[in-house]
T-cell receptor, first 117, second 114 residues
């Protein structure tokens, strides 16, 4: 069975601080994808990034960066110079195939990030 | 941009009522999903549909059924609502069934069963 663990339930930072959200996953699949989603107070989950199991290159997009380490089964997300608009719940997710062969996502429980001015 | 819409943002129903939650996507996506989100539990998959009239159970299908008669529309049905079905319900769609494809989410329906 697949599992995604986001051990940090809630993180509070002050604006301009850097913050890292942890994600650890478990899977027996050799091919899989990892995702991060952001859920702002409005409620709609927004896709941020996808990473496949064969690509361990770190990715940077503006103030966001992701560190994928297969050796530790982790896919951590760092926000540099956080802003109030970054306040949201962030979900890490892992794709895997069902018994019928269709892929679904297993989500972590989410980390609520509060950025105060 | 992909647009996933849900029929209601907030809904209040009584125990025992039959409840319909509707979801519509406008991007001709093959797959659609229903999740429920509860504090401390994250998102849990109720049902998904990989094609019209096709469905597959997710992790927590008990007490729910679904219907997909048209490609763009996926309905979640609570046959006899109970208080433990009070939750946020999120619909999502995905272009194709491969591992790599991301899901696009609607704004959610917060259902309260009294």
């Amino acid at each position: 069975a697949q599992k995604v663990t986001q051990a940090q339930t809630e993180i509070s930072v002050v604006e301009k601080e850097d913050v890292t959200l942890d994600c650890v996953y478990e899977t027996r699949d050799t091919t899989y994808y990892l995702f991060w989603y952001k859920q702002p107070p409005s409620g709609e989950l927004v896709f941020l990034i996808r990473r496949n199991s064969f690509d361990e290159q770190n990715e940077i997009s503006g103030r966001y960066s992701w560190n994928f380490q297969k050796s530790t089964s982790s896919f951590n997300f760092t926000i540099t110079a956080s802003q109030v608009v970054d306040s949201a719940v962030y979900f890490c997710a892992l794709s895997g195939a069902t018994f019928s062969g269709y892929s679904t996502l297993t989500f972590g429980k989410g980390t609520m990030l509060l950025v105060s001015p | 941009d992909v647009k996933v819409t849900q029929s209601s943002r907030y809904l209040v129903k009584r125990t025992g009522e039959k409840v319909f939650l509707e979801c519509v996507q406008d991007m001709d996506h093959e797959n659609m999903f229903w999740y429920r989100q509860d504090p401390g539990l994250g998102l849990r998959l109720i049902y998904f549909s990989y094609d019209v009239k096709m469905k597959e159970k997710g992790d927590i299908p008990e007490g729910y059924s679904v219907s997909r008669e048209k490609k763009e529309r996926f309905s979640l049905i609570l046959e006899s609502a109970s208080t433990n079905q009070t939750s946020m319900y999120l619909c999502a769609s995905r272009a194709l069934a491969g591992l790599a494809y991301e899901q696009y989410f609607g704004p959610g329906t917060r259902l309260t069963v009294t």
